[in-house]
């Protein structure tokens, strides 16, 4: 099992910036690619940012240049830097993690933009 534990979410004006982590544990050995979710109200769930053990980066095209995404394998921690924020992007945001037993989520942390 992995366990994957979220932190940094809080409410900011448009334009700031909030800096989420996402601490895995358990078989974390094997994971093999990290991803950052986020659900706003009665949406669904969308992919925000991904990366593999190899460091390779994915984008959604609403948050590019905007948004990165880190990881410190040695630590078993992810990261998302999110600069010049917007309204529309208050929603829960979910850590996620694949390994070869599975997916896993964080329980979210709440991120609001507003002024």
């Known amino acids: 099992q992995v366990q994957l534990v979220e932190s940094g979410g809080g409410s900011v004006q448009p334009g700031g910036s909030l800096k989420l982590s996402c601490a895995a544990s358990g078989n974390t050995a094997s994971i093999y690619f990290m991803a950052w979710y986020r659900q706003a109200p009665e949406k669904q769930r969308d992919l925000v940012a991904s990366i593999t053990r190899g460091l390779k980066e994915n984008y959604a095209d609403s948050v590019k240049g905007r948004f990165t995404i880190s990881r410190d394998n040695a630590n078993s921690m992810v990261y998302l830097q999110m600069n010049s924020l917007k309204p529309e992007d208050t929603a829960v945001y979910y850590c996620?993690?694949?390994?070869?037993?599975?997916?896993?989520w964080g329980q979210g942390t709440q991120v609001t933009i507003s002024s």
């Open positions: 996620n993690a694949l390994n070869d037993r599975g997916q896993w």
